[in-house]
């Protein structure tokens, strides 16, 4: 049972729905990203990595066309539901970011919720590579990240979800791989009566190479972008990055 037919809906529909406030905070990052990035109303955008799709309908919702994909097909089956139930239009499909092919599409593009950095350091650059070509001259591509140098307090947690119990243990930095290792997690299935372990496919999928400001500054250079500003949240407005922020968000233009 790998990552796609299941923990991508405990953790990205059911965990992610149980968090309060959450449509509201998703309103405040699109609307952060809309005016650092000034995308106006005729502007596509790609959403990469867009899971359950929630900011992908935020920015449909604001006017914006919207493209957005996951490699999680049961991810995307729900976007698309809500996205009708939204009564916006969305275009959502199944893809990897590993074999992207857009080519000067975009104005912008997103990689939201610490969406980058799944891969070793050659994918995860050609990630970059390929965002560049499929953004427009002047396009803008926004990468809001974890802070290395301030990590979340990751703790166990027990929440009660739909259907069940979902247990996750916290996060580990494997700082000599600089990689954030996925957390472990165990779901208390009350409906079927049964307990599903996280195994090795769904653990390994969670692993997440950290990278500072000054390598992925190298990265966007290489890839081709000519200016990188880093901000300190995801939220209006906006805060200069530091090593105690919050988040480091990075935007960087073609
Ligand atoms: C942390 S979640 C973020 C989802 C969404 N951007 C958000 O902010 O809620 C990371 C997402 O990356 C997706 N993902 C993992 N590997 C991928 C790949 N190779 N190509 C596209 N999506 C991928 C996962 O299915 C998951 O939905």
């Given at each position: 049972?790998?990552?796609?037919?299941?923990?991508?809906?405990?953790?990205?529909?059911?965990?992610?729905?149980?968090?309060?406030?959450?449509?509201?905070?998703?309103?405040?990052?699109?609307?952060?990203?809309?005016?650092?990035m000034?995308?106006?109303?005729?502007?596509?955008?790609?959403?990469?990595?867009?899971?359950?799709?929630?900011?992908s309908?935020?920015?449909?919702?604001?006017?914006?066309?919207?493209?957005?994909?996951?490699?999680?097909?049961?991810?995307?089956?729900?976007?698309?539901?809500?996205?009708?139930?939204?009564?916006?239009?969305?275009?959502?499909?199944v893809?990897?970011?590993?074999?992207?092919?857009?080519?000067?599409?975009?104005?912008?593009?997103?990689?939201?919720?610490?969406?980058?950095?799944?891969?070793?350091?050659?994918?995860?650059?050609?990630?970059?590579?390929?965002?560049?070509?499929?953004?427009?001259?002047?396009?803008?591509?926004?990468?809001?990240?974890?802070?290395?140098?301030n990590?979340?307090?990751?703790?166990?947690?027990?929440?009660?979800?739909?259907?069940?119990?979902?247990?996750?243990?916290?996060?580990?930095?494997?700082?000599?791989?600089?990689?954030?290792?996925?957390?472990?997690?165990?779901?208390?299935?009350?409906?079927?009566?049964?307990?599903?372990?996280?195994?090795?496919?769904?653990?390994?999928?969670?692993?997440?190479?950290?990278?500072?400001?000054?390598?992925i500054?190298?990265m966007?250079?290489?890839?081709?972008?000519?200016?990188?500003?880093?901000?300190?949240?995801?939220?209006?407005p906006?805060?200069?990055?530091?090593?105690?922020?919050?988040r480091?968000?990075?935007?960087?233009?073609?």
């Amino acid at each position: 049972m790998g990552w796609n037919d299941f923990w991508a809906e405990i953790f990205r529909v059911k965990h992610r729905r149980a968090i309060q406030g959450i449509q509201y905070y998703d309103r405040l990052v699109v609307d952060f990203c809309i005016r650092v990035m000034s995308i106006k109303k005729d502007h596509e955008i790609l959403d990469i990595a867009c899971g359950s799709g929630d900011q992908s309908i935020e920015f449909a919702k604001q006017g914006i066309k919207v493209t957005a994909f996951d490699i999680s097909d049961t991810l995307i089956a729900v976007a698309k539901e809500s996205a009708r139930n939204s009564g916006v239009s969305v275009d959502f499909s199944v893809g990897d970011m590993r074999a992207m092919s857009f080519t000067q599409q975009f104005n912008a593009a997103v990689l939201l919720s610490h969406s980058f950095g799944f891969f070793n350091h050659e994918v995860n650059t050609k990630v970059l590579k390929d965002t560049f070509v499929a953004l427009k001259k002047g396009g803008k591509l926004l990468l809001d990240l974890m802070n290395p140098y301030n990590l979340p307090r990751f703790q166990k947690t027990w929440t009660e979800l739909e259907g069940g119990y979902l247990l996750s243990e916290p996060h580990l930095m494997d700082a000599p791989a600089g990689v954030l290792r996925g957390r472990p997690a165990v779901f208390v299935d009350t409906v079927d009566d049964r307990v599903v372990l996280m195994d090795e496919d769904a653990l390994s999928n969670n692993d997440i190479r950290m990278y500072t400001a000054l390598e992925i500054h190298a990265m966007l250079t290489e890839a081709g972008f000519k200016k990188v500003e880093f901000y300190g949240q995801n939220t209006l407005p906006r805060m200069q990055y530091s090593a105690s922020s919050e988040r480091m968000v990075v935007v960087a233009t073609k």
